[in-house]
C-alpha cells in the first residue's frame, strides 16, 4: 500500500487543522491506518489508530480529546482532525497502514508509511 500526507501547515496555538492520507492499492480499505509523529530531535511516536472498518480507535494520552482520527473507505483516505493545538504538537506527522489491530501493538514502529507532512503550532 502506498501511502500519500496532506494538509499539513502552520497553525497558532488553539487553533485547529486536519491532515489527510490518501492510500492506493486494491485491499487499502483492509488496513488499520494510523497516525505518528516525529519532532526535532525526538523519536517518532504513535498519535492515534483505526480499525479498517472505523469501528475501533484508539489515541495517544497526549492527544485523547483533542485529536479525532476518521477514515473514508470509500476514498481510501484516513483522517486526523487536531483541535486544541500546542506548540508541543509541532512535528511532522506520518501515516501508517498495518495489517490487523492490537492495542498491544498499534504503538509499534511497523508497516507502511508515507512521507510525512509539517505541522508547526505557533505560540
Known amino acids: 500500500v502506498q501511502l500519500v500526507e496532506s494538509g499539513g501547515g502552520l497553525v497558532q496555538a488553539g487553533g485547529s487543522l486536519r491532515v489527510s492520507c490518501a492510500a492506493s492499492?486494491?485491499?487499502?480499505?483492509?488496513?488499520?491506518m494510523g497516525w505518528f509523529r516525529q519532532a526535532p530531535g525526538k523519536e517518532r511516536e504513535f498519535v492515534a489508530a483505526?480499525?479498517?472498518?472505523?469501528?475501533?480507535?484508539y489515541y495517544a494520552d497526549s492527544v485523547k480529546g483533542r485529536f479525532t482520527i476518521a477514515r473514508d473507505n470509500a476514498k481510501n483516505t484516513v483522517y486526523l482532525q487536531m483541535n486544541s493545538l500546542k506548540p508541543e504538537d509541532t512535528a511532522v506527522y506520518y501515516c501508517?497502514?498495518?495489517?490487523?489491530?492490537?492495542?498491544?501493538?498499534?504503538?509499534?514502529?511497523?508497516?507502511?508509511w508515507g512521507q510525512g507532512t509539517q505541522v508547526t503550532v505557533s505560540s
Open positions: 483505526i480499525s479498517w472498518g472505523g469501528s475501533s480507535t
Open positions: 501508517n497502514a498495518r495489517r490487523g489491530f492490537s492495542i498491544a501493538t498499534i504503538e509499534r514502529l511497523e508497516g507502511s
Open positions: 492499492g486494491r485491499t487499502a480499505s483492509s488496513y488499520t
